[in-house]
């Protein structure tokens, strides 16, 4: 599951998704990280699994960098070519059912190989068979 949410975002041109915590980092990237939690009774007896808070961070450059700032502009759209929204939710997806991203927040230091990033933070719930 975590692998097809990278492929949807890694068919965003331009933007490198890498496995999470890699030792570099070359922006614009994207990270899959752990979800918060995983709720195996998410419908009748286990036939469903809920997974909250699943989060793609997207590193677009330093954080004292002004192009950084226009850049994760484009990332954070709720349309367009470049939105990491529409890339996660309308990619079609084997492994589970349905994939909301449920807000973005930023983080304007995240750091990565001693450097600070800014970042936007996706949070994805997630909804699957209990396979």
């Known amino acids: 599951m975590m692998t097809e949410v990278g492929l949807a975002v890694d068919a965003i041109t331009g933007l490198r998704v890498k496995a999470w915590s890699p030792e570099r980092v070359m ?3 994207a990270l899959v990280a752990l979800p918060a939690g995983l709720n195996y009774h998410g419908g009748y007896g286990t036939g469903l699994q809920e997974i909250k808070d699943l989060t793609v961070v997207v590193l677009v450059g330093k954080a ?3 192009v950084a700032f ?7 759209k ?3 070519a470049r939105s990491v929204k529409v890339a996660i939710e309308t990619y079609a997806y084997t492994s ?3 994939i909301t991203v449920t807000n973005v927040t930023f983080s304007p230091a995240e750091e990565k190989d001693g450097t600070e990033y800014l970042a936007a933070v996706f949070h994805c719930d997630i909804t699957g068979p209990a396979t």
Request: proline fraction near 11%; include cysteine; charge should be neutral.
């Open 70 to 76: 226009k850049r994760i502009c484009e990332y954070v």
């Open 64 to 66: 004292s960098d002004r």
């Open 78 to 80: 709720a349309s367009g």
């Open 96 to 98: 589970l059912d349905t």
């Open 27 to 29: 922006p614009p990237a």
